[in-house]
Structure formats: structure tokens, C-alpha cells
Nanobody, 136 residues
Framework: QVQLVESGGGLVQPGDSLRLSCGGS????????VGWFRQAPGKQREGVSC??????????YYEESVKGRFTISRDNAKNTVYLQMDSLKPEDSGVYYC???????????????????????????WGQGTQVTVAS
């Protein structure tokens, strides 16, 4: 019955903005570390951003290429995590997925910052993905 649903993707031009949403059902995201990952055609899935659980103080993490452009945040009343994406570039294109990991574990955040491999993720919940295309 646990479900994560991403929304907010679309086709935009370079320099534009999008806000992605990850809504949770059957789990309270406040108690989970939540990450955003993306996958371009023919490429490996890569970490983009992560926010730790509330009990872990809600620290945010970003992949180097999106620092200063993307912002991850929570709205606990809506059981939703957002990814605000500004100054979008063509290389940001791909299917964006959210993933939730029960806190205080933050392996998902370690993957985002490059401390460990994505293969080390276990016992997590993935959403179905939302398409982001940045093209002129």
C-alpha cells in the first residue's frame, strides 16, 4: 500500500524552471530520508538531491552539478517532498524518481553526494518517475 507519486515534469527551454513533487501514501515522509534521482536514456541512474528525515535534522545534500540551481524541501502537512529546479540545462533531462528510506538511515543521501554506490540502496521505496526534458 506504500506509494510514492512524482509529478511536475514537462518540456521546458534552457534557463527555465520546474518544481517536481513527490507525494507519499502509506508512509509518513517526515520519518524518511527522501532522495531525487534521474536517469537519461542509455545512462545510469544518478543521485541529484536528498533531504534527511526530520529526526536527522532535515539536512539537505546535492550533486555537484546542481548546487546553486536546485533546492529540495518538505511540506510535512502535505506529506510531500519538492525539488525546485532553476536555470535548467539540457543535461538535466531525464526521468526523475523519488526514493524514500526509513530514518535515521541516510544511505540514499550518501549515494547523492558520491560516498557510496547506488547498488548499496536496499529496503527503500521508489516512485514511478516523471519526465523532464530541457531543449531549445
Amino acid at each position: 500500500q506504500v506509494q510514492l507519486v512524482e509529478s511536475g515534469g514537462g518540456l521546458v527551454q534552457p534557463g527555465d524552471s520546474l518544481r517536481l513533487s513527490c507525494g507519499g501514501s502509506g508512509l509518513t515522509l517526515e520519518n524518511y530520508a527522501v532522495g531525487w534521482f534521474r536517469q537519461a536514456p542509455g545512462k545510469q541512474r544518478e543521485g541529484v538531491s536528498c533531504i534527511s528525515s526530520t529526526t536527522s535534522d532535515g539536512t539537505t545534500y546535492y550533486e555537484e552539478s546542481v548546487k546553486g540551481r536546485f533546492t529540495i524541501s518538505r511540506d510535512n502537512a502535505k506529506n510531500t517532498v519538492y525539488l525546485q529546479m532553476d536555470s535548467l540545462k539540457p543535461e538535466d533531462s531525464g526521468v526523475y524518481y523519488c526514493v524514500a528510506e526509513k530514518g535515521p538511515s541516510i544511505v540514499v543521501c550518501a549515494v547523492v553526494v558520491g560516498y557510496t554506490a547506488i547498488d548499496n540502496l536496499d529496503d527503500v521505496f521508489w516512485g514511478q518517475g516523471t519526465q523532464v526534458t530541457v531543449a531549445s
